[in-house]
């Protein structure tokens, strides 16, 4: 490629003023975003590229009181309730087997994404009524395949609540699938930016007013199917 990249990014329409960013610096900035805004939600969740970053994800989240379940690396390391430094894989290797719980993560295509799951507690003392622990997820057919999350929120979470928010990557997951399979979100080739930038808001569009006719159309059929198997309490047969 010739010329700079300064050169090269206003050959493909990105202002001066856009400086790099990486994707961790995307993450905060996008976040922070959706804080000021207002925007609702219970907690962050996100894959083993933002989990294992401890100052730039993990502790910038809990500066902002933001609950998280992060996946982490099998050999990241915490401080435990004892002060000591372990890895996330011995200290749940430690745990005595009444410690895992068999629950589903949510339904998937296949039916209910069922795994035993454990939690341990770490770091020493509470914060201002948050607390910390390790999850791990393994597998109900293969249990040497186990992944390992980093989590932060109120003390009073339950082993479920944790469990929740780390499923809820697999609902975004599925829909940047089904954006890519049925609303061509990756379908382009452009070389400016704001053609990719309107190809990928078109695209997400389409996909949001797909989902919102699905949403309404399942909702009619099953308004539909209870109306055809309920009876007025007044009938005879709802009253025998």
């Known amino acids: ?51 294992q970053v401890k100052q730039h994800a993990r502790l910038w989240l809990e500066q902002r009181k933001v609950a998280y379940v992060m996946a982490t690396k099998v050999n990241d390391t915490v401080i435990t309730t004892r002060c000591a430094e372990a890895r996330v894989d011995e200290l749940i290797a430690a745990q005595p087997r009444q410690r895992w719980k068999r629950l589903s993560g949510g339904a998937g295509a296949h039916g209910e994404r069922v795994y035993d799951w454990a939690r341990v507690a770490i770091r020493p003392c509470g914060e201002d009524g948050f607390g910390h622990w390790v999850l791990a997820r393994r597998s109900v057919s293969d249990p040497t395949e186990i992944a390992y999350y980093v989590c932060y929120g109120p003390a009073s979470s339950r082993l479920k609540d944790l469990i929740k928010v780390a499923a809820a990557r697999w609902a975004v997951e599925e829909c940047f699938q089904t954006g890519k399979g049925e609303c061509g979100l990756d379908h382009y080739q452009v ?14 569009a389409a996909l949001a007013y797909l989902t919102a006719v699905r949403a309404a159309e399942t909702a009619k059929g099953a308004t539909r199917r209870t109306s055809k198997t309920s009876c007025p309490s007044a009938s005879r047969r709802c009253a025998g």
């Open 1 to 51: 490629m010739i010329g700079t990249a300064g050169d090269r990014c206003r050959a493909a329409g990105i202002d001066d003023e856009v400086c790099f960013a990486t994707k961790n610096e995307h993450f905060r900035q996008m976040l922070q975003r959706a804080i000021d805004a207002g925007v609702p939600f219970a907690g962050v969740t996100a894959d083993e590229a933002y989990g």
């Open 191 to 204: 070389r400016l930016y704001r053609a990719w930038c309107r190809h990928i808001t078109l695209s997400m």
